[in-house]
């Protein structure tokens, strides 16, 4: 049973660089959401998608981008990596609009 | 701007004793989510509440969701070392035809043997 697998786990990043984190799940769920994990400031929405070729901003969209071209995949680009998005990203699913969440392991990235 | 406030954020407490952690949220909302994350662990869901009075209970954790006050509990019976871990509440927020889940702050419960 797979449910939502992330990609890397982990991962150290030059400033500067493009980086993707990859979220893919077999749930078949239409819904799909990136969070960013910080001490102290619990789980903030990056961007969300309702269904294949949507996707809306969360709370912290700035220097994040995604895209969403079936309904497995919700990819997570960080065009231009900079200190401040050392963090561990979380990405999670649900059936329907609303309902239970189910969330991945976990991509610790640290820029330096 | 739907905010979720957790408190305490953080709760040692002895073995064998009760707590109750506390989750407001600012705007209206049906549904509420519990879940519990283990340190460098991801996120697992402990709760679902789907209406006003909603209880529901597994273990020594028993969660509650009174809408009208925009409240739900989380209470903890005669806390177990096994219990230590974070809890988080959400809640879901629709526009525009979308829901996101908006997280507490999170309350690192460390239960002391």
């Known amino acids: 049973i797979a449910g939502i697998t992330q990609a890397p786990t982990s991962q150290i990043l030059a400033a500067g660089r493009r980086m993707t984190l990859r979220c893919t799940q077999d749930m078949r769920h239409n819904a799909m959401y990136w969070y960013r994990q910080d001490l102290g400031l619990g789980l903030r929405l990056i961007h969300y998608?309702?269904?294949?070729?949507?996707?809306g901003k969360g709370e912290v969209p700035d220097g994040y981008s995604v895209s969403r071209a079936n309904t497995d995949d919700f990819p997570l680009t960080l065009a231009s990596a900079v200190p401040s998005q050392t963090s561990v990203y979380f990405c999670?699913?649900?059936?329907?609009?609303?309902?239970?969440?189910?969330f991945g392991q976990g991509t610790r990235l640290t820029v330096v | 701007e739907l905010k979720v406030e957790q408190n305490p954020l953080f709760l040692s407490m002895q073995e064998g004793k009760n707590y109750t952690i506390y989750c407001n949220y600012s705007t209206t909302s049906d549904r509420l989510y519990w879940y519990r994350q283990d340190p460098g662990k991801s996120l697992e869901s402990l709760f679902v509440?789907?209406?006003?009075?909603a209880v529901k209970q597994e273990g020594r954790l028993m969660a509650s969701l009174d809408t009208k006050a925009r409240l739900s509990t989380l209470h903890i019976t005669a806390a177990v070392h096994d219990l230590s871990a974070t809890y988080f509440c959400a809640v879901d927020m629709a526009t525009s035809g979308t829901y996101k889940y908006i997280f507490g702050t999170g309350t690192r419960l460390k239960v002391l043997a």
């Open positions: 509440l789907l209406s006003n009075g």
């Open positions: 999670a699913s649900s059936a329907l609009m609303g309902g239970e969440a189910f």
């Open positions: 998608s309702n269904t294949a070729g949507t996707t």
